[in-house]
């Protein structure tokens, strides 16, 4: 098996040099957010999602997943639960044409990775052992917001990682994740820049073996997760890696909601709404008027229901924007209202403003159309999309 | 069609009512609109009402108005068009006595805003103008509302926050002398910018506060308005107008095209044009609307507001006073008496009555821009003649 090509996104936010997911990012967002570049640029037959620790565990959005990746109903999406070395072997077991993303959520190592599977040519990846062990150094129940940590990491070294590092080490140079790189340089693994210890930090590590960075030839990558780990060997090819991450923003600034509040919520709205809101699609008239949200009235011509669903570019100019300063129970904030005028269209999006704090909008700006989550209304989240500018307000700041 | 007179004209002060429910605020403004009568009415003389309010408070507002005004034996009906509502009252009630169905009508307008906790007010109101399923969750509350046009506005006609500003300084100033007005205080320029941000290019100090209240009038066909005054008010154009409701969906935000055909509309009852128009009571919930319906109401060319407002012409004593009573922005805004009131203010303007009179005008103009901008009401009235 191979890896064609791989993403990596990191939400803005920065709290110790480590990333934070922003009020209206979740495992759903940061997976689509890592995911869809990839999907813009190549057949997916199949998407295989995996994260340590779902946010949402029953009612996942697989189908928000699917439609905004722009895929069929013959793409299926799955959830699947695990840690590093699960996505290790996910990546060895995927088939040509899947998808595979890896989204951690928890603070301090916010990141999503995406892999596309090919049957040759990119990164070659070959089993090279497992170990199945338990050392259950933190272990967290469903519900509980805090897991229960055996807090002495020397004893989770000599029980768990290190006697693992030595049965799955390689000939040449090993690369470990799943382990802090202080952690794995005291194993005696090669150092690489992988922000997480979950199952994003695989994809990073990819990224860094397929860009050069690693030393020629093969490479052991090992992947741990608590007494348990997969090793692959692992071609450092040179391999097409988009990387979404923009330079961190203090969490400090990050909006935040000020007061809870139970925002209504209408499920045949959301129904009705659906397809269209997260699949970015337009309208089209027989006339060749576009409009969105989809109207059954045609905005040019006046006849109705002579449509055609038409699927819009991801990208825009801000034909309007504000900030909303004022706090709004239930709405993190200060958050931005934009309309975007969408690329190659006359059709117009409202929209709320992405990683506001981080960066603005100003009308005539450029920028990206994001999947986020705008709403978690009756416990129900509601997604739709974000403007996000491609104006980065840090460099900016900087250059001022 | 008949001719449709104002014959009387009452309202109750403007602000925070805590004291008072709908059930109480309603009897007070009846009778203070019927004691305002020059000849004197009965109650028992109204022969329909018609009642604007957007909130209900106090359970269903047809049977409220009616029960609590002692109106049980005559029809009543509730508008509601979101800020359009007070204006549209009296179109309705106009057209009905224009028609010869009817001689004398009711047209009140109340709302109790600050009944619930104003951190649930923005959840309130957009339910009442969002869609569900769309603009609802994006927060889209009533200042971005409008904040998005004015934004653009802004930017292509290169507004800065000081023409905003001085639509704010002029209103308040004006509410200072007005009894009834909600905010009696001065403000600076400089004040107004540094006020707290609110959305956009509004600060505090550019929003409308919210307010309770409610507004009256009579209103009673040419063959019957001898009998109550020999100086009638005559309401000679009305008009409704709406646009897209969906903000994604308007083509030029820098105009909102519902005022422009309710203006058209109202224009070409009454047989005249903006040149005509000595005063106007408009729609300033936000300080950079008023500015953009100087030009949907043909005060000026497009573009021009800024100069307009710079000039001071549209300053008690200007060429064209604009909201001599201190405008939503000063007197107050419960929706549904907004556009009552201001018929109100131009009832006492055109009869020589007012806290803040002007020196005889003789035509006046009422507007009202709401909901997501997609709903106007303008009435055009004329002093008495002679
Ligand atoms: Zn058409």
């Known amino acids: 098996m191979s890896v064609a090509a791989l993403s990596l996104y990191r939400p803005v936010w920065e709290s110790r040099g480590q990333r934070v997911a922003g009020p209206d990012e979740d495992v759903l967002t940061l997976a689509v957010a890592a995911a869809r570049p990839l999907a813009e640029q190549h057949p997916v037959a199949r998407v295989v999602l995996l994260t340590s620790a779902p946010d949402v565990l029953e009612g996942f959005g697989t189908g928000v997943v699917a439609r905004a990746l722009g895929l069929g109903d013959a793409a299926p999406v799955e959830l699947r639960i695990g840690g590093a070395d699960a996505a290790l072997g996910v990546l060895l077991e995927a088939a040509a044409g899947t998808l595979v993303v890896g989204v951690d959520l928890a603070p301090g190592s916010a990141a999503a990775g995406a892999a596309l599977m090919a049957d040759g040519g990119g990164i070659l990846l070959s089993e090279a052992g497992s170990v199945h062990g338990s050392l259950p150094m933190r272990v967290r129940h469903a519900g509980a917001q805090l897991a229960a940590v055996y807090g002495d990491g020397r004893v989770e070294r000599e029980l768990a990682t290190a006697p693992l590092v030595e049965r799955l080490r390689g000939e040449g140079t090993t690369y470990v994740v799943g382990a802090s790189p202080s952690e794995a340089k005291r194993l005696g693994a090669a150092p690489l820049p992988v922000p997480t210890r979950g199952p994003a930090g695989v994809f990073f590590a990819l990224a860094a073996l397929g860009s050069g960075d690693a030393a020629e030839g093969a490479a052991r990558l090992v992947a741990l997760d608590a007494a348990s780990g997969r090793a692959a060997d692992v071609s450092t090819t040179s391999v097409e890696v988009l990387r979404d991450e923009r330079p961190g923003v203090p969490v400090a600034e990050r909006p935040s909601i000020t007061q809870p509040v139970e925002i209504p919520f209408s499920m045949p709205a959301y129904a009705r709404a659906f397809e269209a809101k997260i699949g970015l699609i337009a309208a089209t008239c027989e006339c060749g008027a576009t409009s969105f949200p989809p109207r059954q009235l045609c905005l040019e011509c006046g006849e109705t229901e002579r449509t055609t669903p038409t699927p819009l570019a991801r990208t825009g100019e801000v034909y309007t924007y504000v900030k909303v300063h004022v706090p709004i129970p239930g709405i993190a904030g200060p958050y931005g209202l934009a309309i975007v005028s969408v690329d190659d269209t006359t059709v117009r999006v409202l929209a709320q403003v992405a990683d506001v704090g981080a960066r603005e909008a100003r009308i005539g700006e450029r920028g990206q159309l994001v999947l986020r989550r705008v709403a978690v209304r009756e416990g129900v989240p509601d997604y739709g999309y974000a403007f996000r500018s491609d104006v980065d307000a840090v460099e900016e700041r900087k250059s001022a | ?386």
Request: aromatic share 6%.
């Open chain 2, 1 to 386: 069609m008949r001719d449709v007179a104002v014959v009387g004209a009452g309202m109750v002060p403007f602000g925070e009512r805590f004291d008072q429910g709908m059930k109480e605020l309603l009897p007070v403004t009846l009778a203070n609109a019927l004691a305002s009568v020059d000849k004197g009415m009965e109650r028992s003389e109204i022969q329909a009402a018609w009642f604007g309010q957007l909130q209900t408070s106090d359970g269903h507002p047809a049977g409220v108005l009616a029960d609590s005004c002692g109106l049980l034996d005559i029809p009543v009906t509730r508008i509601e068009n979101q800020c359009a509502t007070g204006n549209d009252a009296v179109r309705n009630a106009t057209l009905a006595i224009a028609s010869g169905a009817i001689d004398v009508a009711l047209v009140i307008g109340a709302d109790k805003t600050r009944e619930t906790p104003s951190v649930s007010t923005f959840w309130d109101w957009m339910g009442l103008a969002r869609d569900r399923g769309w603009d609802y969750p994006l927060g889209l509350i009533a200042p971005a509302n409008f904040a998005l046009h004015v934004a653009r506005y802004m930017h292509e006609y290169d507004v800065r926050p000081e023409h905003l500003a001085m639509v704010a300084v002029k209103n308040h100033h004006n509410a200072v002398t007005n009894p009834i007005a909600h905010l009696r205080m001065e403000v600076t320029v400089e004040q107004v910018l540094a006020a707290p941000r609110v959305v956009g290019p509004f600060g505090v100090l550019d929003c409308t506060p919210q307010s309770d209240g409610a507004a009256a009038l009579l209103l009673a066909s040419a063959e019957v308005a001898d009998r109550y005054t020999d100086h009638p008010v005559w309401v000679r154009g009305v008009g409704l107008g709406l646009d897209r409701v969906m903000h994604a969906h308007k083509a030029d935000m820098t105009t909102f095209p519902a005022t422009t055909k309710a203006a058209k509309a109202a224009y070409s009852m009454a047989g005249i044009g903006p040149s005509d128009i000595d005063v106007a009571e408009v729609h300033d919930c936000f300080s950079g609307v008023e500015l953009m319906d100087y030009e949907d109401l043909g005060f000026c060319e497009r573009g021009d507001a800024k100069k307009l407002i710079e000039s001071g012409a549209t300053k008690i004593g200007g060429s064209l006073p604009v909201n001599p009573s201190g405008g939503l922005k000063a007197k107050g805004h419960p929706p549904g008496a907004t556009g009552v009131a201001q018929c109100v203010e131009l009832f006492e303007q055109l009869r020589g009555e007012a806290c803040n009179q002007l020196d005889s005008p003789r035509w006046g103009l009422a507007h009202n821009i709401g909901g997501p901008t997609a709903v106007s009401a303008v009435t055009i009235l004329e002093a008495p003649r002679g």
